[in-house]
């Protein structure tokens, strides 16, 4: 027996209650908007268990995800474990074996991919078997160890100066911010890599010791907190702290300790979880993939305890955030963060579009969900995501990882390289391509669920059963289900039915005849038979292209066929860094951003009829034409193909759409926004938003007494004491500061002191009026005279004052 499979615990599944459910006109609206209502989970009872099975039990066969797979397997093996345990050995006062990596590897989150890494290991070898990976993760366990034996406590993390900072934390001297505690860069979530490190060592490669290591270092984190009140630790709470509940729940079901359990509920944010439970969509500006790792442990927490509410509370996130927050390829977020759900500007505007990290976890969610429901909905999100953003996200030939996505018009991503990039996303796509096969088969204790289709090889043991599906989909529109059975017998094969395809029935096929089925599990086509060895079950799977526009309902619009986003290579050109460098903020996309009103626009006298001018081009498998529609020579003959073939390169997935009466218009409001926004573009030297987290780390933020919010759906910064940001003068070309603050903020005194010097004591006296103002500040010439290549911006607040809010920071050139 496969090590994953022999070591995975029983977990606890439920049976459902269905409510009816209705998939709308997808091009009227959106594929998001799964208009379904939430499963009621009838917790207590396992009439209708529902599991995955092990990674070991499927095995991919020739697709563009056991590709995938094998790219991820050489970045793994490209990676060293000995830099990786760097931080852990350093930190416990054991001397590193190599240097440590640089990037986000040596500023602060020191550590946080040795956690991932162990878990992509384990993933790997449970897929793969590949011996070479197996030595790497004993390695890594053996090494792993010996830290924590060293510090004697059950303590494991690689955060600098940690020990001293988490004995503060457990005196109860906490000062929290969204991304910072104690002074440190989010220390919890940077050991919640290490706990899910640990645990899939053992539930997914069968290594007992990290099961034990990953117990003492629960029992850490009951000792640290212990004497915690529950207020405290909410508090603390407020720093980002990754699934902390989530794996805190794991070890509970683990070892069968109700106190770990305990310690998931309190490690559960009660600010993001109160109005989820009042079914209150508060979303807007909160850091994305700061709340998904929460919601997944308030799900956990729900199946080990029975709690409906805490489920049903996860349930309306994935809806809110799939429903209303989510572009085409499944992704979320513009800089990390919630955009206004009903204003997808920013998506459009920005050069940081959804983040690969929230698409991760939000596979997690859906995973989670759907096992506890059976709703082909989750299946159909979790399709979505895998084929159009996940497996996009790495590099087909070099294997880098994509942090941002943008759906900036004719804009494009850079891809991580082994030695110089450790972002999140870095950590969480070494996984990702290990897991493909975690979900496209699912079981109860008689039957099949086929959900996916992906060429790949299922082995159940328990059931005497080997399922080999031969398909080329999305290349091809048929699957082919051959079963193989140490004996006949009768049970049920759930094959699902996508929403995505043509009007009327997918012939299904049992041995060349036509099949009776049924379909009475909502979403699936259900045959039960007496099997024998050797029946094929040929499924066809005809695809059509639908339009989508955003969920905001603006005149852009993205194009599927089937479940696979359509985009466009629009050209090669002005694309520094398009493989990172080890840079701080080498993961954005930095190149120019072309002006939207140079980008192509369909033109069409009725929009919502546009997929009759999409039209498949001769030879090509899933390639298209949208000549008819678009309105530039320059693009006319650009073709639209699957958006995971596209690579180095700008591209389109969103199209601006006009009637011929509303073209001439839109160019014109576009140019005129465009030019404003790019002159003061060519201005900008450097900026940074307050209160967001990586442009604040990036900017090298300090400060004392200081908070965060949202406010009109924007971040700010204020402070009791000071804060402080590094911006870059390339060139020593300043000459301007210019300050975001809110127009009726008043009685806020403070300095802004440029290099240590006074800029200007500042008075805010609520004299704006209701909107957001700019206030310009000329930096002096006692400034000038020995500007360097950087300049640290402080705010200090006068005594009994606050200083801000501040909303933004630009330092400017001269016109």
């Known amino acids: 027996m496969a090590a994953d499979q022999a070591v995975l615990p029983a977990r606890r599944w439920y049976s459902v209650s269905y409510y009816n459910f209705c998939l709308p006109n997808i091009m009227k609206t959106s594929w998001l908007s799964i208009g379904f209502l939430l499963v009621a989970v009838t917790l207590g009872q396992a009439q209708t268990p529902l599991q995955s099975f092990p990674l070991s039990a499927v095995t991919l066969t020739e697709s563009p995800f056991q590709a995938a797979q094998q790219t991820d397997l050489q970045y793994i093996l490209a990676l060293s474990p000995d830099r990786l345990l760097a931080p852990y050995r350093r930190e416990a006062g054991l001397a590193p074996r190599a240097p440590s990596y640089g990037n986000w590897e040596n500023t602060g989150l020191d550590g946080h991919i040795g956690g991932h890494y162990l878990s992509a290991l384990a993933y790997m070898y449970a897929a793969t078997g590949n011996a070479e990976v197996g030595r790497r993760l004993t390695y890594m366990v053996d090494e792993l160890a010996l830290c924590q034996e060293r510090n004697g406590n059950g303590y494991l993390g690689g955060t600098p100066g940690g020990q001293k900072m988490w004995e503060q934390v457990k005196a109860g001297n906490i000062n929290a911010g969204s991304f910072s505690l104690n002074n440190k860069w989010v220390p919890w979530y940077n050991i919640h890599k290490t706990y899910s490190g640990l645990r899939d060592a053992h539930l997914f490669a069968g290594n007992t010791k990290a099961k034990d290591m990953l117990v003492q270092l629960a029992n850490w984190a009951v000792d640290l907190t212990a004497s915690l009140t529950d207020a405290q630790i909410q508090d603390m709470l407020r720093s980002e702290h990754g699934g902390m509940n989530e794996v805190l729940a794991d070890v509970a079901e683990i070892t069968g300790d109700k106190k770990y359990l305990t310690l998931a509920r309190r490690f559960s944010h009660r600010s993001i979880l109160e109005p989820l439970l009042g079914g209150k969509d508060e979303l807007n500006g909160l850091h994305a993939n700061t709340q998904i790792p929460k919601v997944i442990g308030y799900k956990r927490i729900a199946e080990l305890s029975g709690d409906t509410a805490w489920s049903n509370a996860a349930a309306f996130f994935w809806k809110t955030v799939v429903d209303h927050r989510t572009v085409s390829i499944g992704g979320n977020s513009v800089s990390e963060h919630f955009h206004p759900a009903q204003n997808f500007t920013a998506m459009l505007e920005g050069k940081e579009g959804p983040e690969t990290c929230n698409t991760y976890n939000m596979l997690k969610l859906s995973k989670q969900l759907y096992l506890t429901s059976a709703s082909t909905p989750y299946i159909e999100y979790y399709e979505r995501a895998l084929y159009n953003h996940i497996l996009s996200s790495q590099h087909p030939e070099k294997g880098g990882f994509v942090y941002f996505t943008p759906m900036r018009p004719r804009h494009y991503r850079v891809y991580s390289q082994p030695q110089d990039g450790f972002w999140c996303c870095v950590g969480s796509g070494l996984e990702n391509h290990g ?60 094959i699902r039915r996508p929403t995505w395809l043509k009007p009327g029935d997918g012939q299904v096929l049992v041995n060349g005849r036509a099949a009776k089925y049924e379909t009475s599990a909502p979403g699936y086509l259900t045959i039960e038979r007496k099997w024998k060895s050797g029946d094929v079950v040929s499924v066809a799977l005809p695809m059509e292209t639908k339009a989508e526009f955003l969920p905001d309902k603006s005149p852009w619009v993205s194009f599927v066929h089937g479940p696979i986003v359509l985009a466009a290579i629009t050209d ?25 009103d140079e980008a192509p626009v369909l033109v069409t006298s009725s929009p919502q009829n546009l997929v009759a001018d999409i039209k498949p081009v001769a030879g090509k498998p899933l390639t298209f034409s949208a000549a008819s529609l678009i309105d530039s020579d320059r693009y006319r003959k650009v073709e639209l193909i699957p958006f995971f073939r596209i690579h180095d390169a700008r591209y389109m997935v969103y199209w601006p759409v006009a009637t011929p009466a509303e073209l001439v218009a839109r160019k014109q409001a576009l140019q005129l926004k465009e030019a404003e926004k790019m002159a003061l573009e060519a201005r900008t030297l450097d900026q940074v938003a307050p209160g967001e987290q990586q442009p604040e780390s990036d900017h090298g933020f300090e400060g004392e007494q200081t908070d965060t919010g949202v406010f009109k759906d924007r971040h700010w910064r204020q402070a009791k004491g000071w804060f402080s ?36 004591q500042e008075n805010l006296q609520g004299l704006g009026g209701e909107k957001f103002i700019e206030v310009d500040y000329k930096l002096p010439p006692q400034v000038l005279a020995s500007a360097p290549e950087v300049l640290t911006v402080k705010f200090q607040a006068n005594n009994g004052s606050t200083a801000g809010s501040v909303y933004y920071v630009r330092l400017l050139k001269a016109e």
């Open 435 to 494: 897991k493909y096969g975690e979900l496209i088969y699912a079981h109860n204790k008689e039957d099949l669920f086929v959900n996916l289709f992906i060429p790949s090889r299922l082995t159940w043991p328990e059931a005497g059963l080997t399922l080999t599906q031969d398909t080329r989909f999305p290349f091809a529109e048929t699957s082919n289900l051959k079963l193989q059975l140490k004996k006949a017998r009768r049970f049920a094969l759930h």
């Open 725 to 760: 940001y590094n911006l870059k003068n390339p060139g020593n070309a300043a000459r301007t500061l210019r300050v975001t603050f809110y127009g009726k903020d008043k009685d806020r005194r403070f300095d802004i002191l440029v290099n240590g010097k006074l800029l200007k």
């Open 572 to 596: 090669t050109t002005d694309m520094p860094g398009l493989l990172a460098d080890g840079s701080r903020m080498g993961h954005i996309a930095s190149g120019p951003a072309y002006p939207l």
